[in-house]
């Protein structure tokens, strides 16, 4: 059972490492993201290159450009794989397991609240209302124990 769980945590770990790695291969540079995507969706658009499909630009494109911002599927792939190493290995219904798991989502929530990764206001919007109503439901639940 301890060798499925730890192969499963390892694979979740190389899983966002390989992203970190081909996120980190593809930009160009934090500060140029925003035209190389524009001219990568163009090219797409009018059929002159595959590379959208191939080189996997939809992973990053709706991120604005900066490094916490690009990067926004890594730290959020890396927030879930917290919460379940936390769910399996704290007491089973504890105060610590419940109080871990919803400081992680306010924490979360702040990151969005600051970082604002989306181009689309909205997305940053219901992204942050949507980890604070989770972050306020588990702290509710925490208060029930």
């Not at 109080?99 to 990151?111: G, N, R």
Request: aromatic fraction near 18%; hydrophobic fraction near 50%; charged fraction near 15%.
């Amino acid at each position: 059972m301890i060798i499925g769980q730890v192969f499963a945590f390892g694979l979740g770990l190389a899983w966002i490492l390989l992203i970190f790695l081909h996120l980190y291969r593809e930009n160009i540079s934090n500060i140029l993201h925003e035209e190389y995507i524009i001219r990568k969706e163009m090219e797409y658009i009018v059929n002159l290159s595959d590379n959208w499909l191939t080189r996997y630009f939809f992973m990053f494109s709706s991120y604005k450009s900066d490094v916490f911002k690009m990067y926004n599927r890594v730290i959020f792939n890396g927030m879930f794989l917290l919460l379940i190493f936390l769910a399996n290995y704290l007491e089973k219904k504890s105060e610590k397991q419940a109080v871990a798991i919803t400081l992680i989502f306010f924490l979360y929530a702040l990151y969005l609240a600051f970082s604002r990764p989306y181009r689309c206001p909205h997305s940053n919007i219901l992204a942050f209302t949507l980890n604070i109503t989770i972050g306020l439901n588990s702290f509710t639940l925490t208060l029930k124990k």
